[in-house]
């Protein structure tokens, strides 16, 4: 994982560390807990049922420990104590699944053992043999000799169980508590996001699609849930449990500690090589997931026209080639998970195990590596399969979640503005542009030397044909965009003094397609604000001439809204705007072709309801129906992002320019001046 995103990784982990390091803490505990299990087993096997080959003595009475067998009592070495005088010496071995009294001193516990002739025969490794006199006990004798171990066998299995159940509740509120908090971070990171998102600059999105946008705050943040919840545990966990191991391992048997190491730089080599693949197939994989997500949020807003011009074949090949894109590397992703999975883990640990039974059986291992030492062995070995499985597991979490980060971060890092929650008395709306230029790339300049003054309660319109520079005036005025060169002015103030959210709390604007939100009719006019009362809501519908239009809807203003307001018409949709722009009160109002969309009967209503909205206001009008701003106190003519003509109606007219063309054109009339 780069340093970076580590670093930052860990900085989101660092608000809630309190509850990850006690779910590490109970971690520990837990790992602490299970890895004395193979200690208890090892004792039971080694001393409680093995044992029983250990060398007896007689003793003269009938005591705790003690077995009687024929005319005598005997009692097994480890239960004797310091300065007791024992009796002859004899032996309890197996042979052939049955098991022999031998009554001689100094009889070997290993060599092949063969009953016959009166006595049991040891064969050692050197070829030697000998004959002990042996006599074959009953089931009856043999469970006896073994009944004094079994007060300790069951206290060593309710421990060991004992100990499974501790480990299981620690487990269990480790987990929970690390899920509990990979929640609240992705909590945070998702809010984070969001929040960023308010702060960009209205140019961001322009070149990137809302479903990409979308996929970063949903997909990719899950990814990275993912990471504290699984990858987090898993590692950690697999880090502490392979170190424990290990050293129980040396406390065990330091030869098979040895034998075992070798899984450790095979673990590292493993992640190592990995990573350099999933690195590059996660990018793309996250990468096309997030392309998909787009144009399917296309696909689904534009549905009418792909539909209307029968693109529906042509949308769905390059959907097809997209996602056959994104099928044929999760195919990748699939194989390069399928060659390094746990299978490859249990076939070194099948090798190791029958290296190691082998060494076992040939004897090389030594006398300390009773079948004790070695079922401890196994099944530490074992243990340490499972985080190493788990480790290998999780790395493709870990390559999924690096690369959702790395996308997550970028957004992050793009640059903001802070959203500022200062205040500003009203200002009266004066409005001057000097010698403003503007392009939204270097070197293509959409504004060229631009100057005009708008007083207080002055309409000035902007009529020019498209690409002209009519949008982009208001994009600087409500600061979408900031000047390159030259100078906006309010009320003599340069607006890059004010903050954007200054600036805009005393502006309004009405697009031609405006936006509504999934609320009601009264939420999208307050847009939840609380400065504006039900009563302000209602008043501005009513100025407007909507009040009644709408109260005639089943909800009446409490009508839900769906997203985009697609269940109301056009002309309802530019009320329920203007209306919004009303109860704000702006000092400036933007019409942004606020009527062009708008068919000839709706628009007496609207037009009624832009006179009650401009009164007392500077308003900007971008429009393309001529006859809606006769009455502007000034028209601006852009041609190429240059202002070609200024004036009133009445004063372009007679100039007989661009202006006048444009107006009998529409008007149609036969007088035309180039």
Known sequence: MGNNIGKRLFHYALFYKK?????????????????VGPFLAKRMIDTNIMGVEKPWYETTKDEKYAVAYGDSWYKREDHWKDGETKGREVRILQADRKYFFVDAPGVPATGKRVFGNGGLTIKNEDGSSQLYPAVQMTKGETYEFYKPEF????????????????????????????QVSANRIVRKMRNDVFRHIQRLPVQYFDTLPAGKVVARVTNDTEAIRELYVSVLANFFSGMIYIAAIIGALFLLDTNLAFIAMPFIPILYVWIVVYRKYAAK????????????NAMINESIQGMPIIQAFRKEKMTMGEFNEMNDDYYKYQNKMLTLNSLTSHNLVNVFRNVLF????????????????TVGVLYAFIDYMNRM????????????????????????????????????DSKMERYQGNVTFEDVTFGYKPGEDVLKNITFRARQGETVALVGHTGSGKSSILNLLFRFYDVERGKILIDGID????????????MGIVLQDPFLFTGTIASNVSLDDPTISREKVEQALRDVGAYDMFMQLPGGLDEPVIEKGSTLSAGQRQLISFARALAFDPAILILDEATASIDTET???????????KRGRTTFVIAHRLSTIRAADQILVLDRGRITERGSHDELMQQGGKYYAMYQLQQGGVEIVA
């Not at 190493?388 to 503005?417: H, K, M, T, W, Y």
């Open 151 to 178: 007060r300790s066998i069951i206290l060593l299995a309710i421990s060991y169980v004992g100990l499974l159940l501790i480990g299981a509740v620690l487990s269990y509120w480790q987990r929970l508590l690390l």
């Open 495 to 506: 607006v890059r003094e004010l903050t954007k959210q200054q600036l805009r709390q005393h």
């Open 603 to 613: 628009e007496a209503i609207i037009q009624g309801a832009l006179d009650v909205l």
């Open 354 to 369: 029958i290296t190691v039974i082998w060494m076992f059986a040939g004897d090389w291992l030594g006398a300390a590596v």
């Open 385 to 420: 399969m499972q985080p190493i499985v788990g480790i290998v597991n999780q790395l493709s979490n870990l390559e999924v979640a690096r690369v959702s980060a790395g996308r997550v971060f970028s957004l992050l890092d793009e640059p903001g503005i802070e959203v500022s």
């Open 19 to 35: 509850p990850i390091i006690l779910a590490l803490v109970l971690l520990l505990l837990a790992v602490g807990v299970e890895l």
């Open 281 to 292: 197939y996660n990018h793309v994989i996250r990468t096309r997931l997030s392309d998909i």
